[in-house]
Structures are given as C-alpha cells and as structure tokens.
C-alpha cells in the first residue's frame, strides 16, 4: 500500500493553476525553456515541456511527447481558466456583483478575440 501511495506522489507534477501561472508570463516560459544544464534532471533539463511540467531525456522524445494524447489532453485543460479567488468568493455567497461583472467581461473578451480570429482567417 505504501508503496502505491508513494509512487503516485512521485509522479505527479505541477498542478494545473500553477502551470497557468508558468504559462501567463512570457518570461517564465523562455527560462522554462532555457533552463541551465543539470545533471540531476532527465536531459540535464534541456528538454523540458512548459504545459506538462515533464522534463525528456532527448529532443525526439520531446517531440514525441508534443504529438502525443496527454500533451493535446494538458493544453486543453489549460486553455480553461483555473478558479479565480473571484470565483471562489461567488461560490460563497461574497462579491456576487463583482463576479458578474468579471464574468460579462471575460465573456466580451473572448468574443472579441474570436471574431479577431475569424477575421485574419477571412484575410488568408
Ligand atoms: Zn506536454
């Protein structure tokens, strides 16, 4: 039993918000991606997938990696946004109005990038 709770600890990698968090910042992901040579990480850290948090021992297997189901799986599940504290304060019954608005906004937002969307594939 021990050993099954164990090995499912050492498996797991960064969650999901904390990969949101990677991802929001550019600079975060370009030293992510350049990360200095370490002995102690699989590919001295040199293959390292930013969604996954999975470091390769090659750059075929990051490739790979890139193309396969749990890497389309993960970046599907991050395009979502993770809870906000907004959201979890809704949840409770607190700043309702003030959720709403952020929800209105957000909606807006992403319509706006959709019809941008739409519109540069009209272009091409
Ligand atoms: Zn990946």
């Known amino acids: 039993m021990g050993s099954i709770r164990r090995s499912k600890t050492k ?15 550019e600079i ?9 040579l370490d002995e102690s990480k699989p590919g001295l850290g040199q293959y ?5 948090a999975k470091y390769f021992e090659t750059d075929f297997a990051e490739v790979v990696h890139r193309r396969g ?13 993770p809870y906000s504290q907004g959201e979890i304060d809704a949840a409770a019954g607190v ?13 807006e937002e992403k319509k706006q990038r959709q019809e941008e969307k739409s519109s540069s594939m009209q272009v091409e």
């Open 48 to 52: 390292y997938c930013v969604e996954c």
């Open 95 to 107: 700043g309702v109005e003030k959720y709403f608005e952020f929800v209105s906004k957000y909606e």
């Open 11 to 25: 498996r797991r990698t960064r969650d999901l918000d904390q990969v949101h968090g990677d991802l929001s910042s």
């Open 28 to 36: 975060t992901v370009a030293k992510l991606k350049n990360q200095p």
């Open 69 to 81: 189901k749990n890497h389309k799986r993960r970046v599907k599940l991050l395009k979502e946004q």
